[in-house]
């Protein structure tokens, strides 16, 4: 039966599209919110290698956590995001046949379409322990700087890049260059 | 005359005629809470088409023409598989948009932090392996089978078979599949950090158009429109069979959705293309043959259900009993076209499709029960005498197989699709 013009079917109406626009929320905020609610950092060893994917391997700087939400290990490929505090060291690891300063170019042309970032200063060849060559530079961006490296090992690109704020960049970015260092590419052998 | 009471339409009731859409639409709150929601998807995707042509825009372009061109044949099939009744265009249109604007806009924020989830309460292992495969699909089919629950709100009267929900929940996948496609081309783009180029968009195309189109978002939305079909008309089952229909419904869209993103055979069956089109095939073809065998089974539901409307007149010059049988199946209609244009001309066959046509929209005014029939017969008519005067004047089919054209023709189709997908998998390296 209606009440004040509206009827019944419009009020059951009325509830269904308010249930349906419940059901969208509950995806698009309802698990976003849930996700936050829950730490995405765990703890990580380090004093021992840490399988980043492709077969590439790093040991994390001391005090690091590793970030899950960013961390995607796979057979051929993989990432892992480390946090030492506020500052961030993403490395990436990919299938690639290009050159080493073809796999700079594109990881600087991703840095400065980013609105507001730019590389800085020139670029320095620099090695790994286990003798992977690469190219390191610097950038910045809206209140933080950062540092990226480049390396080219068969059929993979390992990028490098940490960003933070200046103050606490200083502070850990000895620890990072060290992990850097331990960067190594060892592929698994079949059979 | 009346309907034969073994139909299969009579022993499912499937088809329940819906009233004309009219302007109550608007007296709906529905109507006015999904336009808005509708509009909050538009700002939300827009703010990501603004950030891409601003650092992307010849790519963007590229990518937005191209996918656009592929939602073309996709629209004709979605919008054919119900000839007889042909769903409002309107109510399409709000389908499609449904799925683009709507159903991505919550996906991307949705499934990225079902992800996370699956990182945090799981292991990066599981949510790298399985992430993509168990978070997409939840978030996107649930997203996607609500804009078959909106048109349902909207305008209940137009979802009146089971066919009805397969052809929108197909729109909704179709909106939705076309601008993923478009969001993975510019990722791909930016990615590759080589600038505004196009090369990663026509790889995107290639490999998320061609090869993966077929049995993608359009296949699964089909999937679980079938099942809120079921739901909405099926009145005549209790509540919990009709739940559970629709469940299952989405249930097997998810299931599709897992099975074709699974690392299950991501190693493949060995190098080449054979290799990578028989994954295509295993991942790919048990959804489609279950979608198509469900679409027949709905359509000729439906087509003994207002053939039986026609049968009714008992009257020659609006439709034969030859017609009739021409008009139950898709693939019999298209055969009586294929008829009339080598026995007389292509000008036949356009005004066979027309005959048809105006049949069907005959059948479905009987079986709403309007008293006046005499513009729908009328119509009928006027394209009957154009047929006498073209010399053709029954839409039949032949006896036999048919035209060999014809014949030739779909095997000629057939193998074009198969040489594009060689072709496209061959240049995307599985050659």
Known sequence: MGMGGVTRRQRSNLLGAVSLVAALAGLAFGLPALNHALPSDRPVPTDRPYKIGGGVTVVPPPGSRIDVTETRPADDSGTVLFRLGPVRYLVSVQPYDGTLPAAVARLRQRITGTSGYQVTGTELTVATASGLAGIQGGYSGPGRGGRYAVFVADGRTIEVTVCGDDLDLGRTLPAIDASTGTLRYAPERAG | ?431
């Not at chain 2, 007296?27 to 808005?36: E, G, L, N, Q, S």
């Not at chain 2, 109510?91 to 990182?119: E, H, K, N, R, Y």
């Not at chain 2, 047929?387 to 057939?414: I, M, Q, Y």
């Open chain 2, 1 to 431: 005359m009346t309907a034969e009471p073994r139909l299969r339409s009579a022993r499912s009731a499937p088809v329940q005629p819906g009233a004309e859409p009219d302007r109550g639409i608007w007296r709906r709150p529905a109507f006015w809470i999904v336009i808005a929601v509708v509009l909050t998807g538009a700002v939300q995707m827009s703010l990501i088409a603004v950030r891409f042509a601003k650092a992307y825009p010849i790519a963007l372009i590229t990518a937005t023409a191209l996918f656009a061109l592929l939602a073309v044949p996709f629209w004709f099939i979605v919008s054919e598989l119900d000839f007889l009744e042909r769903e409002p265009p309107p109510l399409l249109v709000l389908a499609f948009t449904w799925g683009a604007l709507v159903a991505t806009a919550v996906s991307i924020p949705g499934s990225a932090a079902l992800d996370d989830l699956m990182a945090k309460l799981g292991s990066p292992h599981l949510a790298a392996d399985w992430g993509a495969a168990l978070a997409a699909p939840t978030v996107e089919e649930i997203a996607k089978a609500l804009g078959v629950v909106a048109i349902v709100l909207v305008a209940r009267a137009q979802v009146n078979s089971v066919l009805d929900g397969v052809v929108y929940g197909a729109m909704v996948g179709l909106g939705f599949q076309i601008i993923e496609d478009i969001v993975y081309a510019m990722g791909a783009v930016a990615l590759a950090g080589r600038g505004d180029q196009v090369e990663p968009v026509v790889t995107t195309f290639l490999l998320r158009g061609l090869l993966s189109g077929v049995w993608s978002h359009t296949l699964f939305g089909a999937l679980a429109g079938a099942g809120i079909g079921y739901l909405v008309v099926r009145a005549d089952r209790t509540p919990r069979n009709r739940l559970g229909v629709a469940m299952l419904g989405v249930l097997g869209a998810w299931a599709s959705h897992v099975l074709w993103n699974s690392p299950l055979l991501r190693d493949g069956l060995g190098n080449g293309a054979v290799a990578l089109l028989a994954v295509l095939m295993l991942k790919g073809l048990p959804p489609l043959l279950l979608i198509w065998l469900l679409v027949r089974s709905a359509h000729d539901r439906e087509a003994d259900y207002y053939t039986a409307q026609l049968a009714t007149l008992d009257d020659p010059e609006l439709v034969t009993a030859a017609e009739l049988e021409a008009l139950r199946s898709g693939s019999r209609r298209a055969s009586a076209r294929w008829h009339a244009r080598v026995r007389a001309g292509l000008r036949a066959r356009a005004a066979v499709r027309r005959l048809q046509r105006a049949q069907a929209r005959l059948a479905v005014e009987i079986s709403r029960g309007t008293p006046d029939l005499s513009r729908r017969c009328q119509e009928v008519r006027r394209h009957r005498r154009m047929l006498v005067k073209l010399g053709h004047p029954e839409a039949v089919v032949p006896a036999g197989k048919g035209p060999w054209r014809r014949t030739a023709s779909a095997a000629f189709s057939t193998a074009l699709a198969i040489a594009v997908l060689w072709a496209a998998v061959s240049t995307l390296g599985g050659g």
